[in-house]
């Protein structure tokens, strides 16, 4: 029996199926609990407290968002760690031993796993590696072994429960509601980190993150981008200090090596996908430019 607890976020019957693989596959991790958490659905709640015995159910007791479904089940939970899975990630075995095993060094606060991307359709042609993230995936340029990083991502990511209530969690009003793309898991990153706390990136652990239907085309990528923009400027505006160190990185070490490399391999004529793929980086890298510019003269509330 490992001694942390997993917290399933939900929201939507529509992914009723996903939401009853990420169940299988976390109690299979032999956690002290699993809390499904569920965001002001009350149909939802009652179909899973009617069909769900072996697990814990809640309904999410602050604002609706993501943010506050993750807190309701981290603040239920009892165990020293915390592990959170999204509704629509499997997780490998072994999973959560790999991922609580950094613990052991105390400055530790939390830990996040490799995401694998599971495409239920075909992957397009164009869609580089270097914007994976664009469907909830790891991408080049992330440590090949662990290692510490600024920030995890909390579609599995594990957390010192003390070290989160310390900082009172995710930020509520703060994150994923709806359309909306706010980085909530880097925000909470940051804060824990603040007072000299470790993150550590370990991509042994794996979890596989569904890509269904209308997230895998480029309407998508085109809305994904420029949230993301709007949502890092966002972020930055709520942490003091220089907290965009790692997107700097990707732009001007990771993205520049993919373009040369597909722009190289398209007029070297190893075909037109690689040219497919350099376009997406050039066209993913305006929208996000767009959505810092839109974030940055958009009125800031009082």
């Known amino acids: 029996m490992t001694s942390a607890a997993v917290v399933i976020p939900c929201h939507s019957d529509d992914r009723w199926d996903l939401l009853r ?31 769900t015995s072996e697990v814990t159910v809640l309904a999410n007791r602050f604002t609706r968002g993501v943010s506050g479904t993750r807190n309701t089940g981290a603040f239920h939970a009892t165990t020293d760690l915390v592990a959170f899975l999204d509704d629509d990630i499997v997780a490998a075995a072994g999973w959560l031993d790999r991922m609580t095993a950094p613990f052991a060094d105390p400055a530790v606060v939390g830990a996040g796993s490799a995401i ?3 495409w239920l359709r075909q992957r397009p042609s164009w869609f580089p590696d270097e914007f994976l993230w664009a469907v909830g995936g790891s ?59 470790r993150w550590m990136y370990v991509p042994e652990a794996v979890i596989e993150h569904a890509v269904p239907a209308g997230r895998d085309d480029l ?10 923009g709007r949502g890092k400027i966002a972020m930055a505006g709520l942490n003091a200090g220089d907290s965009l160190t790692s997107e700097r990185d990707y732009l001007r070490r990771v993205l520049p090596r993919a373009l040369a490399r597909e722009v190289g391999a398209g007029v070297r004529g190893r075909g037109r996908d690689h040219l497919g793929r350099a376009a997406a980086i050039v066209l993913g890298v305006a929208l996000a430019g767009l959505g810092a510019t839109t974030e940055l003269a958009a009125p800031r509330r009082s």
């Not at 032999?30 to 899973?48: C, M, S, T």
């Not at 090949?144 to 003390?162: D, K, L, Q």
């Open 21 to 51: 693989g990420a169940v299988v596959s976390a109690r299979a991790q032999q956690p002290a609990e699993v809390i499904v958490v569920v965001d002001h659905n009350p149909g939802l709640y009652e179909r899973l407290r009617a069909t």
């Open 116 to 118: 694998r991307p599971n």
């Open 139 to 197: 991408y080049p340029g992330l440590p090949v072994s662990t290692a510490p990083v600024r920030n995890v991502w909390s579609a599995g990511m594990v957390v010192r429960r003390a070290a989160f209530l310390a900082v009172d969690g995710f930020r509520t009003g703060f994150g994923k509601v709806g359309n909306r793309m706010r980085p909530e898991d880097t925000e909470l990153c940051l804060r824990m980190a603040a007072g000299g706390g």
């Open 219 to 228: 309407r998508h990528f085109v809305r994904r981008c420029w949230q993301e």
